[in-house]
């Protein structure tokens, strides 16, 4: 693994708040709990065990939050990959206004340790708003009284609103989330890790976990130059347990997705894009955007279920943000990197206690600030406290993901819907003009009718 390879993404490297270079572990060493992975569901485990009173040792390969943690595109948001409705479906009403409660219970984690700690650099932003490409009013009505049922806190916002603080008439109506934010990942991940080690974990990087015996009541983590005994063991690795734990990460499908941030753009954006909430819309694998560093833009999208140089998606990436924006002209990018996610064959993340003394905080899927903030939070309870919350995740077991087949189909499945999306944006287009035209004739018949007397009269 090379250097580079135990980074984050680019703009945040760029943007890091200071943060001190941990040292191996080249000891011998005896925990109540280890946990694998410097990420930020293990680093929440870590700081909520150490402050009960446990000792805790954080082993992660690279460097804190180097992968998914450090890479994402900052989005603090409510809820799941899953859809809401095939959650219900699944789990039922009550059930899932439980788990919706847990992910909510996330955001406020992330929030509150931002705020009560004063976590420098993190600059949190409120707002998130989820944009329609299709001109379907009455279905995203519905939406949200299903998403307000469950107890979140929504709004509509329609076209004309919308199009005013985003200028795109490929916009439509859209769903307005006013308790999520936004905000720099990486610099969270490391304020979280700080504040783990102020409350008595030890982390230790470039120290990956080679292997384990997890029988007996004291678990032995063996690493390069180290071996480490616990009485739990918490896996937060995510898509990188590879052949730590064959069968947990046979569960979950690596998706690969891309970020770039753009030079300066001067005030020509803020004339285009005037809110400063995080945006995405229902382009297949989504376009997530937000302005960072007063006046560049950050956005996300694509995907490969497979590893990817980003540099051969970078075109097409400038292509979408021209395609939405034309009125920004040439876009240059300062920063471009991938990152990968693990996703889960329902959606939903792995939580829970899977052997006596092994547990697990995975699979986020891309919904990972306030799940891994969930997740690290009730396996904390769970150890120390015996809490049985995490149970609530029960009925989503672990799944294998199919392998390579798996990702070949994933990918099959987004590049075959990503032309009937298109078909559908430009469908709801091509109506909004013909209504445009009509209304347009008939104010036209109408002038005519009148004549020039009846107008003036009036």
Known sequence: MSDDETKAGGWYEATRVASPARERLNFDLDVDVCVIGAGLAGLTAARELAQRGWSVAVLEAGHVAWAASGRNTGFVLPGFSEHIDDIVERVGLDHAKQLWGLSERGVDYVRFTIEDARLPGVDPVPG???????DNGAELVTQVERLRWIGADVETWPTARVREQLNNPRYFGAVHFRRAFHIHPLNYALGLAAL???????????????SIDAAGVRKRIVTPNALVRAGHVVFAGNVHLGALMPRLAATLLPVTTFVLVTAPLGPQLTELVRTRSAVSDTDRADNHYRIVGDDR????????????????????????????????????????????????????????????????????????????????????????????????????????????????????????TRPLDRAAQELSRYREQARVRKDARLAARNAADQGPGQAAAE
């Open 297 to 416: 833009l950050q956005w996300s999208g694509r995907m490969r279920a497979w590893q990817a140089d980003p540099r051969w998606i970078a075109c097409g990436l400038v292509a979408d943000i021209r395609r939405n924006f034309p009125a920004l002209g040439k876009v240059e990018i300062a920063h471009l990197w991938r990152g990968t996610l693990g996703r889960t064959v329902h959606r939903m993340p792995q939580i829970g206690e899977i052997e006596r003394g092994v547990w697990l905080a995975s699979g986020f899927g891309g919904h990972g600030i306030n799940t891994s903030a969930l997740g690290g939070e009730l396996v904390a309870r769970g150890i120390v406290d015996a809490d049985q919350t995490w149970r609530l995740f029960a009925p989503y077991e672990l799944v294998w993901a199919g392998g390579l087949l798996g990702r070949v189909v994933a990918q099959g499945i987004y590049w075959g």
């Open 128 to 134: 998130w708003l989820h944009v329609s490409k299709t």
């Open 196 to 210: 783990a080690e102020k409350a008595g974990a030890r982390i230790f990087e470039q120290t990956p976990a080679v």
